[in-house]
C-alpha cells in the first residue's frame, strides 16, 4: 500500500532528518570528549555514563525533531501496536543476539582491532550493582533513544521511497554513527531487522522490543565474560 499524499504530510521529512541527526551527532562529540576525560581506572563508570548518555542524546535528537514542525508523537511512531508485534519483537531481538556472533565470527578472521566494548564490560563484571545500573542505562534507555530518533524519525522520513531506502537506508546511517569497527556491522544488521517491523507496524514498540532483548543479552553476557 503506498501512502496517501495526507499520510506524507504528517511524516518526518528532511528537515526532521536533518535537525535530529545534527542533535544527536552533535551531543555525541560532547559525550565523547567527556569520556575521553575519564581515566581507564573509572573504566565501569565510563561504560555506564556511555549507555545512559547514549539514550538521552537520542531521546533529545528526537525532541528537537518534533519541535520544528509535527508537534505529534503519534506521526513520530508512538501507536499502539497488536501483541503479536511484540513478540515478533522478543523473537527478532533474540536472533540478532545471535546473528552478532557468526558477523564477529566472521569479521575477526580477517580483521583485528582493539575491543571497543571494554568499558561496558568493565561495567558488567564490576559487581551486581553496576551491573544492574548498566541494564537499566544499557538495554532501556539506549535503545528507546536510539530507535525514537533512527526509526521514528529516519526510517520514517525514508520510508516514503520505499522499503529500501527505509530500512536499509536508515539501517546504513545507524551504522556508520557507531563508528568503524565490528559494531557498524552489528548495529546495520539490528537495524534492518528493526527498521523491518516499523515498517510493518508505523510503531516504535516491536523496534524498541528487538532493541532491548538485543542489549540486554549482550550485557548480561558481557557479565559471564
Known sequence: MHAT?????????WLEVAVGLAVYLALIVVIGVSMLQMPDEQAAIRGIFGM?????????????????????????????VEQKWLAAGIGLGLLAFGLSFAIEGIYFMFVTEPNTQADFQAAATAGPVSLIVLVV????FTPFGEEVLFRGVIANALNRYGPWAGIVG????????HGPSVILLDAFMVGVLTGYLFRK???LWPAIVVHVIYNGAHLLHYATL
Open 52 to 80: 545512559a548518555a547514549n539514550g538521552v542524546a537520542g531521546g533529545l535528537a528526537l525532541l528537537a525533531a518534533w519541535i520544528v514542525r509535527i508537534r505529534n508523537f503519534r506521526a513520530f511512531g508512538f501507536c499502539a
Open 170 to 177: 536508515s539501517a546504513a546511517i545507524f551504522g556508520v554513527v
Open 137 to 140: 542505562t544499557g538495554a532501556l
Open 5 to 13: 499524499s495526507s499520510e506524507n504530510e504528517i511524516r518526518p521529512g
Open 201 to 203: 507496524t508505523n510503531s
